[in-house]
């Protein structure tokens, strides 16, 4: 299963959408949370080298040390104490159905440690999309059998994980 995670994540382009647009679901287990979301290309800013509004495989590919930094950076659990960091990032280009050469999302996928959980974790994203339809986030987060969803907006780019 995991060598087929890295094939899906490490292929240069996706062929079919791996996740619905700006959706993404994290998965709390007892040592840590496995996220995977879509965001949006316009949430990474000075990667369109030329200036056209899209961002092309080109540009993707030239700028995926940019991409993980904003990613890094943007995407993040805290407690009141501690902040987590998104650790073994690997992310894919998510190309438009009508040109093959324009990414419209990045599928990102990663792991939060956590050495404890509690209400006092909160999930923050701050990479919100600057096209229309593109400023919010529908995560899904389940942790054994209970299952919840929360919506992320600029206004409200954060939400404690209760339950936990």
Do not use: W
């Amino acid at each position: 299963m995991p060598l087929i995670l890295c094939v899906i994540f490490l292929a240069p382009v996706a062929n079919g959408h791996l996740i619905n647009a700006q959706h993404g679901s994290l998965n709390v287990v007892e040592d840590g949370a496995y996220l995977v979301i879509s965001i949006p290309t316009s949430a990474f800013r000075d990667i369109d080298a030329n200036s056209d509004e899209k961002i092309s495989l080109a540009e993707f590919n030239q700028s995926r040390g940019a991409i993980l930094s904003s990613v890094i950076k943007g995407v993040n659990l805290s407690s009141k104490n501690k902040s987590f960091l998104l650790e073994g990032v690997l992310f894919s280009p998510e190309v438009s159905h009508a040109d093959q050469n324009s990414v419209t999302h990045v599928v990102v996928m990663g792991r939060f440690f956590l050495p404890e959980t509690g209400p006092a974790i909160r999930l923050q994203i701050n990479l919100f999309g600057q096209g229309a339809g593109e400023n919010f986030f529908k995560i899904t987060i389940t942790r054994d059998s209970i299952e919840s969803s929360i919506e992320l907006t600029p206004e409200d780019p954060s939400v404690a994980l209760v339950g936990l």
